[in-house]
């Protein structure tokens, strides 16, 4: 196919009124379905034994019965003092001179170092000890072992290490007395272990999240990290603060399951610290009160002579965290949030709790639930405005404004999905015009605080979500180019989610699919313990990592299309640019870096104009391309989307570029 043509000329001298900020190419965290399970490091689930036996009868859900005796029996008991879920018995008979235990199938990696190993036990007290070891259920090589000796008849927390040999996505823990064991006298007091924690973690763990999922972050520099979702607004941070097996098991509302008590404020603080971005937290305003999140803002950036900073300092951190971004309010429009409520409540409600926040730590920055339906901010601001800082708006680009399904051609389908930054000026526009209306508006900033391209309805999915492919990479590119041009007024930016979870997640772990209703859906590769990033993943890592400061001018003249609705009363987008480009100055105005996103989905010959930056020399190209827009990356083919980069000479102020069909772009050059 013939390429086409296009050109864009830069103008450096005219400088754009707002400034860049690293906040807008932030990252999102959400207890919902697989996140947590994917980003944590543990590979043990129902490890305090919370779920009920469902699968067998005495057996907490994810284990499984791990004996060669006919006497065996299991039961659940109530959890040990101040502990959570239930206690694990096992119970078995001396005359069967067997083997009894709990076992639960794991992958594992290798760790010459060793798993550390946690047990809370206790047992009748002629047995002294337990076997633990990983196996692989294929071919029974035994990768680690270690024994616990159990030196009291009362509940006592144990540690131990095992090492593991080599990787294995098909190994089993298991937890048992051996039939070597020295054996008792029948009688109504013997053959009694009760378990009621167990957890094994990684050596390498970065605190308590997986070192690869650690390591892909941090290249994301993403600037800030947002702690929210509809969980939040049911949820109540004391309960996953403190000693975590003191800490209860609390149903996810929003979600189903268990919401991870592993991941509380302290873990989240530590993880936010080891990727040196800001945290944002949401507090819940749904089941919460203001007190309770006055509190909160307490426990974080108290001295530890308040009474939240003292507890705070009790767990182990004495130096407040200094939380300055906070946010109230997740999707509080929406009838699926606890807490859903009109607008004119929702702003009463907002008020009182930005002032009972405030009193806590009057520096704090507040962010308000907006939406994109003006009404709702009219009636926020009309009563808080004085009381915010930022309005968030969250923005989802799909099929469903289209009336569009699987039986849509591709090809209409992808121009629907690139219009992403059609839809988001829209949006921004009208927020811009509602905050230039008041005074008392002018102080305020807009933080989009979830988006990304949503496809199909979640429950019909077959295969990999499509927001893994290529096309959702261009989609999501060209809104990043929009949020650049408006960053005089937008500030703050989360793509929805980091790890996992609903829509497929920034980075992926294993071959799992996160189904918004019926949760999580086990693929068949077989690499459980692969972690990758999505073509998105890979926009987002190019665009946090550039030295940008200002927008500067550009002008582009291209091909264009028109998204084609089959509804009538469907919104008609027609004459849209092939090319979505904007262009960006360092704070020191000596390197420029044109972001250029191909729309088309046939290749273009790109000639820029420099205008008086550079005359010539060699401009550094990185491209994210692929051979198909629904190229995506998979846990067998985790690389068939990436970032290449590539130098290009040019003279007389003249870059030519070639632009691969439906691909992203960034061009830097440096004087």
């Known amino acids: 196919m013939a390429s086409s043509k296009a050109k864009v000329q830069v103008q450096t001298e005219q400088v754009g009124k707002g400034k860049i900020h690293p906040y807008l190419f932030g990252h999102f965290v959400e207890d919902i379905r697989d996140h947590m399970s994917a980003m944590l490091a543990y590979p043990l689930a129902d490890m305090d034994f919370e779920s009920m036996d469902n699968a067998y009868r005495g057996l907490s859900g994810s284990w499984r019965p791990y004996t060669n005796g006919k006497s065996t029996t299991y039961a659940l008991e109530p959890a040990a003092a101040r502990h959570s879920g239930h206690s694990q018995l096992v119970r078995m008979a001396s005359d069967d001179e067997a083997y009894a235990g709990i076992s639960q199938t794991i992958a594992v990696k290798q760790d010459r170092i060793g798993y550390d190993l946690q047990v809370y036990a206790r047992a009748s007290i002629e047995i002294k000890y337990v076997i633990a070891e990983i196996v692989d259920r294929m071919s029974k090589e035994v990768l680690g072992f270690t024994r616990i000796d159990l030196v009291s008849h009362n509940w006592k927390q144990y540690e131990s290490s095992l090492v593991v040999q080599r990787d294995c996505e098909e190994a089993e823990f298991r937890i048992y007395v051996p039939s070597e064991h020295e054996r008792w006298l029948d009688h109504v007091s013997t053959g009694m272990l009760w378990l009621d924690h167990i957890s094994l973690l990684p050596s390498d763990s970065a605190g308590n999240v997986r070192k690869e999922v650690m390591d892909m972050t941090k ?41 991870s008590k592993y991941f509380g404020t302290d873990e989240y603080i530590r993880f936010c610290r080891e990727l040196q971005v800001e945290p944002l937290i949401c507090v819940n305003d749904g089941s919460g009160t203001p007190e309770e999140a006055a509190e909160w803002v307490e426990y974080c950036n108290g001295d530890a002579n308040t009474p939240m900073g003292r507890l705070r300092a009790a767990n182990g951190h004495v130096e407040p965290y200094n939380v300055k971004y906070w946010e109230i309010g997740n999707e509080v429009w929406g009838p699926w949030q606890v807490g859903h409520c009109s607008a004119e409540q929702f702003a009463e409600r907002c008020a009182r709790f930005a002032q009972s926040m405030k009193r806590t730590d009057p520096g704090i920055v507040l962010l308000a639930c907006g939406d994109t339906r003006m009404e709702w901010n009219e009636a926020l601001l009309e009563r808080a405005a004085e009381h915010i800082d930022y309005v968030t708006l969250h923005l989802y680009h799909g099929y469903a404004r289209f009336g569009m399904n699987r039986q849509t051609p591709k090809e209409e389908r992808f121009k629907a999905i690139v219009s992403y930054p059609e839809w988001t000026r829209k949006s921004i526009g009208q927020l811009r015009e509602l905050f230039g209306s008041s005074e008392r508006y002018a102080h305020l900033k807009l933080a989009v605080t979830e988006y990304n391209t949503m496809y199909f309805p979640n429950t019909i999915r077959k295969g990999l979500p499509n927001e893994h492919t290529l096309e959702a990479a261009v989609a999501n590119a060209a809104n990043l180019n929009e949020f650049i041009r408006n960053c005089d007024l937008l500030e703050i930016g989360s793509f929805s989610d980091l790890v996992n979870g609903w829509l497929g997640g920034c980075i992926r772990v294993g071959d799992f699919l996160a189904d918004q209703f019926r949760g999580k859906v086990p693929g068949g590769s077989g690499s459980s313990l692969t972690v ?95 051979d198909h827009f629904e190229c995506i990356n998979s846990t067998n083919h985790p690389n068939n989307v990436g970032c290449e980069t590539r130098m290009v000479s040019f003279s007389d102020s003249h870059v030519t570029c070639h632009l691969q069909a439906s691909s992203i772009y960034a061009l830097e050059i440096t004087r």
């Not at 273009?604 to 104009?609: C, L, Q, R, V």
């Open 219 to 259: 290249d994301l520099n993403a600037g800030m990290m947002r702690l929210a979702g509809n969980y939040i607004s049911a949820y109540h941070w004391r309960q996953a603060i403190g000693p975590v097996l003191e800490r209860p098991c609390i149903i996810n509302e929003a979600w189903g399951g268990w919401t």
């Open 532 to 626: 990758y990033g999505t073509p998105s993943y890979h926009v987002m890592k190019l665009y946090a990592n550039k030295d940008l400061s200002y927008v500067v001018e550009s002008h582009t003249e291209c091909g264009s299309f028109s998204v084609n609705s089959p509804m009538p009363n469907a919104p008609q987008l027609n004459d849209l640019p092939n090319l979505d480009v904007v262009a960006c100055l360092n704070a020191d105005g000596n390197t420029l870096t044109l972001f250029i996103v191909n729309r088309s989905l046939e290749a273009t010959e790109i000639e820029i104009h420099l205008g008086g930056f550079a005359v010539s020399g060699t401009a550094r190209l990185q491209e994210i391309t692929a």
